[in-house]
């Protein structure tokens, strides 16, 4: 083929799902191959079986529709990692490792994201700068942290056009997500909508730094639509949206629904949570390539529950 396609890694998880989508809407279906370890529905067209940790076929399926760029999105979360550390860093490390050498082989440009879970208790909680110690308490952290020091390695030993940003948590209706510390603040807004109470994992007061999905896709683009030069940190930006704490959110819900109630039964989930930063400077991705947040608590809000509201009144009619 000699098109210039775009492989989407892990394209039926939680950012895969909307971000495939996005890039099939401006590029056109056919120029987005979605891969993930499996086929599970979401993404039917143009789909190929990848496992990550396959380097061979890798190769074949770049060669095979002339892949010119990677979203590697495939990866195991913070939550999930803790349960089986040393198969988290296989996938997370081995899996990079062999996006950053396709890169190298076909000159690909690379999007890898990077996460909050890159800090840990050393780090200032409040603002987290840019440049701070990185010294995670999860196997996902771990893995983030040597995963950027790749990425930017790539960059200066071999010239890998690779761009990174460190998520916050990603709040969306369109897809759930798997494994992650921050799955409670999408969870709490399905619960709302089916009318049922919802019980936090997480202690009332813990604040993190979230972002809405629009924003997240947005900054996504925008990173890698951005000219070469403009970026100037290949190892990953600090990116922030809004921050908020469970109590902080079911609040913001209970001005859409008075009667929804949230009890807290924090679990090992509770002590990741209060290693990760509550808020970020995302400064630097201001500076160097415009990135501004547009989604407050508010406005998230009240679009979650209205897509959920259409959603679930559709599964039902
Ligand atoms: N949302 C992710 C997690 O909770 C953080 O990158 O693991």
Redesign the pocket.
């Known amino acids: 083929m000699e098109t210039e396609t775009i492989l989407v890694t892990g394209a039926n998880g939680?950012i895969g799902t909307v971000l495939t989508e996005e890039l099939r809407r401006r590029f056109g279906t056919s120029a987005v191959l979605s891969t993930d370890i499996r086929q599970t529905g979401a993404n039917n067209i143009l789909f190929e079986e990848l496992d990550v940790l396959d380097s061979a076929r890798l190769s074949a399926l770049i060669e095979k529709y002339g892949v010119k760029q990677i979203y590697h999105l495939a990866a195991i979360?913070?939550?999930?990692?803790e349960k089986n550390p040393k198969w988290a860093w296989e996938i997370n490390m081995a899996g990079l490792f062999n996006i950053l050498e396709a890169a190298r082989k076909y000159g690909l440009r690379v999007f890898f994201?990077?996460?909050?879970?890159v800090f840990g208790g050393m780090t200032p909680r409040v603002d987290t700068p840019q440049h701070a110690v990185l010294q995670p308490e999860?196997v996902?952290g771990i893995s983030?942290v040597a995963g950027e020091n790749w990425c930017q390695y790539f960059h200066q030993k071999y010239g890998v056009d690779v761009r990174s940003v460190?998520?916050?948590?990603?709040i969306g209706y369109e897809s759930l997500?798997g494994?992650?510390?921050?799955?409670y603040a999408v969870e709490i807004f399905h619960s709302a909508v089916k009318g049922e109470a919802y019980e936090c994992f997480l202690g009332p007061d813990t604040r993190l730094p979230m972002m809405y999905m629009p924003d997240a896709i947005r900054a996504t683009l925008e990173l890698m639509e951005a000219p070469s030069e403009k970026i100037r940190i290949r190892s990953s930006y600090n990116l922030a949206g809004v921050s908020f704490t469970p109590a902080e959110v079911k609040e913001e819900i209970q001005k859409h629904y008075p009667a929804f109630e949230v009890s807290y039964k924090p679990d090992f989930?509770q002590e990741?949570?209060s290693s990760?930063p509550e808020s970020i400077d995302d400064s630097y991705a201001r500076e160097h390539w415009g990135w501004k947040p547009q989604y407050g608590l508010p406005e998230m809000a009240s679009d979650m529950l209205e897509h959920l509201r259409e959603y679930y009144a559709a599964s039902v009619s």
Not at 113 to 117: L, V
Not at 166 to 170: A, K, L, N
């Open positions: 939680q979360l913070s939550a999930k990692g994201p990077s996460s909050i879970a999860t996902y983030k460190r998520y916050p948590g990603i997500p494994g992650g510390t921050t799955d989930r990741i949570a990760w």
